[in-house]
């Protein structure tokens, strides 16, 4: 039976299931610690403020408490995850070059299966709430979603000549993830507060085992397999031999940077640290939300949550179509880049002093445009490399962002608890001024905008298609 050539399935399963569960999450470590700390029952009130109708300085201090020790939870399960994590996700994207793009799919889909039916085990049970740190650790084993979405673009570069095509379904598919993941949050609050935690999650087990079961069986592999596998280094005259397969994944790294210019590698490299440094600061804003929502003086109860995470998709529908018409317009594709760096810094920094549900629900319209630089920036060094080095390109990708995420995951968790007494907003306001760093790298990188002839041919330079002006005057579609 001939399959299909279509990953986005499996990005809005995925998406769909994983966002059901996330979200649980945070908010079950901070129920159970809150039990732990208070030796009380977690308040459930249907309104928005049940953390102010007690002010006594006791539970000021209790919940305080509560705040810095979730907020370290999320700081242990990076920590032990990152680095399973990202050597997994640099192997698997790499090693796609090889033997073909559903590897990369099928093993985190794997891993975030275990991982779940792992917190619906824990949540059954009542166990004790440090083993999901233990699960995290070994269904990083198997990747991260960093790992799937950077098959998926790989898989999508392979499919896709034409660079307008490219650059739209790479925004078609983070505003897949957004519209799912909304829609799977707005679901969360209404499914926790009438059935509790395990009712979600076991749907959520359902959710991957379809897609699962979809990526294994109905999605057609993108790329051929070589007889051998393996691409032979040169060897300096030796006879030549099979080489192990991590030399074989450094390899195709260093030929990627290898068959460029120097110009090119500069520019490439300039766009990897664009994108690393962004996806920092964005993560690390986006990551104490939830904790700021619960406390004082917003005091969010599960649905209200779902409500602002459903709200939330209006960011990512807003980036693909400002996406989209920018391209048609021809707006060069640094602009792009730029306007969606200035949403996120107005988002972030309006949020960081919001006091009310109104306002934390109008910071959404500031961030509208926030997810544009992500599907641009990885169309621009798409387009850089060769067609054959499209995995090691997207595995380094993917290990620079999951790196990235990690690290600002780790230090905003770390900020967060620290600050929580004084200012819950300061995270905001240090991802906004972090956003000026990529910024002034796009200022770098315009600099070094080669002549027109050289920006017009095949992959050399940053073009957005063949033809069309460099850097700075190239066109999106």
């Excluded at 920018?326 to 640094?334: A, D, K, S």
Aim: charged content about 10%.
């Amino acid at each position: 039976m001939k399959g299909f050539h279509f990953v986005e399935p499996v990005v809005a399963l995925y998406a769909f299931a994983v966002f059901l569960v996330s979200p649980l999450i945070q908010q079950y470590v901070y129920r159970r610690l809150w039990q732990e700390f208070t030796n009380t029952t977690y308040p459930h009130e249907n309104n928005t403020s049940q953390c102010s109708h007690n002010v006594t300085s006791n539970h000021s201090a209790d919940h305080e408490e509560v705040q810095k020790q979730a907020s370290l939870f999320s700081l242990y399960s990076e920590l032990f995850t990152i680095i399973p994590s990202l050597v997994v996700t640099l192997i698997l994207v790499a090693y796609s070059d090889q033997r073909g793009r559903k590897v990369t799919i099928i093993m985190p889909l794997i891993g975030s299966l275990i991982f779940s039916l792992s917190f619906l085990t824990v949540s059954y049970f009542e166990l004790n709430v440090y083993l999901l740190i233990g699960a995290s650790i070994f269904s990083s084993l198997f990747g991260s979603a960093g790992t799937l979405l950077g098959g998926c673009f790989a898989y999508i570069a392979d499919m896709c000549d034409d660079s307008r095509r490219k650059t739209l379904r790479i925004a078609g598919i983070d505003m897949v993830i957004g519209l799912l993941s909304g829609a799977a949050a707005l679901s969360t609050g209404h499914f926790l507060r009438a059935m509790g935690f395990n009712v979600p999650v076991l749907t959520g087990l359902v959710f991957q085992g379809i897609t699962l079961l979809y990526a294994v069986f109905l999605l057609e592999e993108s790329t051929k397999r070589t007889p051998d596998g393996y691409a032979e280094p040169p060897d300096c005259g030796a006879a030549p031999t099979r080489r192990s397969a991590m030399l074989q994944l450094f390899f195709g790294i260093y030929q990627m940077f290898a068959d460029l210019s120097r110009r090119d590698n500069a520019r490439l490299v300039l766009l990897i640290l664009i994108l690393a440094t962004f996806t920092f600061a964005y993560v690390g804003g986006m990551g104490s939300v939830t904790l700021y929502e619960l406390n004082e003086p917003l005091c969010w109860d599960e649905i209200l949550i779902g409500y602002g995470a459903a709200l939330s998709t209006t960011v990512y529908v807003g980036s693909f179509l400002g996406v989209t018409a920018l391209t048609y317009c021809g707006v060069p594709q640094l602009v792009i880049v730029v306007v969606g760096l200035l949403s996120v810094i107005s988002g972030f920094t309006m949020m960081s002093f919001t006091k009310t549900t109104l306002v934390m629900f109008l910071v959404r319209i500031p961030l509208v445009l926030a997810i544009m630089p992500f599907p641009v920036l990885r169309t621009m060094m798409s387009k850089t490399v060769s067609k054959s080095k499209q995995g090691a390109l997207f595995g380094c990708l993917a290990f620079m962002e999951s790196l990235s995420a990690s690290i600002s995951s780790t230090v905003f968790s770390s900020i967060y608890a620290i600050t929580v007494g004084w200012w819950p907003g300061f995270s905001f306001l240090l991802a906004a001024g972090l956003c000026l760093i990529p910024c002034v790298l796009i200022g770098v990188l315009a600099l070094l905008k080669a002549d027109p002839a050289q920006e017009g041919e095949g992959t050399e330079g940053l073009i957005a298609a063949e033809g069309e002006p460099g850097v700075d005057g190239a066109l999106s579609s």
